[in-house]
C-alpha cells in the first residue's frame, strides 16, 4: 500500500508539473512570438471578418512595453525593431489613450502625405492604383439586395488587396486633407473604407504602439452557434478560411 501511495504521489506531482511546463512554454510563446487574437468588428472587411481569429507575430517588428500583457514591459521605444512593411496588417496599441488593440493596414510610412481624394488614396500626390471589381452582394433580414462597390488597391511597392466603399466613395472620411506621417509614426486604414474608425479620424500610429503582424487565420466562426451551443459549432465554422494566410 505504501508503495501504491508513493507511486500515486508522484503520479501526481509528474502531472502537476507538466501542466506548470505548459503553461509556461504557452506564456513564452505568447509573449515573444504568437499571440492570439480576434476580429470584433467589421472595419478590416473583406481582407478579415467578425468572427477570425488570428495569430499575430509580436517578433515581426521586435518589442516595445505593449507586447507584454497589460502593457507591463519596463522600458520605453523597442528592442530588436524592424520597420513594417507598406500594406501590413498589423495590431497596435490604440493612441491616444492606448488602452485597446487595434488592427488595421498600414499604407502611410515615416515622412509620406497621405491623402484621401474622392474615396481615392494618395501618396506623395500620387493617387495609389485601383481597378473596380465584382460587388459584394448580400440580402439584409428583409430580403433585400445589397451592393457594395470593391476594388482592388496596390500599394507602390506592389502590395495588392482589396477595400470596400459602402457608401460609394460619398463617405464622410472619403475627402481628407493631407496628412504628413511624421518620423516614427505610421498611417494606418480600414480596408472596409466607409465603416472604420482610423488614423483619417485620430492620427497616426507611433512605432511604440506597434504589437505584431496579422499572419494567418487559425479559426472562424459566423457567429451563429455560441460556445454553449455545440450542436451548431460545425455549421458556424467558416471551415473555407481556416489557415487562410494574411495578405
Do not use: C
Not at 481624394?117 to 460587388?135: S, W
Not at 460556445?227 to 495578405?247: C, K, M, V, Y
Amino acid at each position: 500500500m505504501a508503495k501504491d501511495k508513493k507511486q500515486n504521489t508522484g503520479g501526481t506531482f509528474e502531472t502537476v508539473r507538466t501542466i506548470i511546463y505548459a503553461l509556461l512554454i504557452a506564456g513564452v510563446v505568447r509573449t515573444f512570438l504568437f499571440q492570439p487574437f480576434n476580429i470584433p468588428s467589421g472595419s478590416m472587411i473583406p481582407t478579415l471578418l467578425v468572427g477570425d481569429y488570428l495569430f499575430v507575430s509580436k517578433f515581426s517588428y521586435g518589442y516595445s512595453r505593449y507586447a507584454f500583457p497589460f502593457g507591463m514591459g519596463f522600458f520605453s521605444g523597442r528592442i530588436f525593431g524592424s520597420e513594417p512593411d507598406r500594406g501590413d496588417v498589423a495590431v497596435f496599441r490604440h493612441p491616444p489613450t492606448n488602452q485597446d488593440d487595434f488592427i488595421k493596414r498600414l499604407v502611410g510610412m515615416p515622412g509620406d502625405r497621405i491623402q484621401v481624394i474622392n474615396g481615392h488614396l494618395h501618396i506623395n500626390g500620387d493617387p495609389v492604383t485601383r481597378r473596380r471589381i465584382e460587388d459584394h452582394v448580400s440580402r439584409d433580414f428583409q430580403g433585400s439586395v445589397r451592393r457594395v462597390p470593391q476594388f482592388e488597391e496596390t500599394l507602390p511597392n506592389g502590395r495588392t488587396y482589396v477595400v470596400r466603399e459602402g457608401q460609394s466613395d460619398r463617405g464622410p472620411a472619403d475627402n481628407t486633407g493631407e496628412f504628413v506621417v511624421p518620423p516614427g509614426n505610421y498611417f494606418a486604414m480600414g480596408d472596409n473604407r466607409d465603416d472604420s474608425n482610423d488614423s483619417r479620424s485620430w492620427g497616426f500610429v507611433p512605432r511604440e504602439n506597434l504589437i505584431g503582424r496579422a499572419e494567418i487565420i487559425f479559426f472562424s466562426t459566423d457567429g451563429s452557434a455560441g460556445w454553449l451551443e455545440p450542436w451548431g459549432w460545425i455549421q458556424a465554422t467558416r471551415f473555407n478560411r481556416i489557415l487562410d494566410s494574411i495578405d
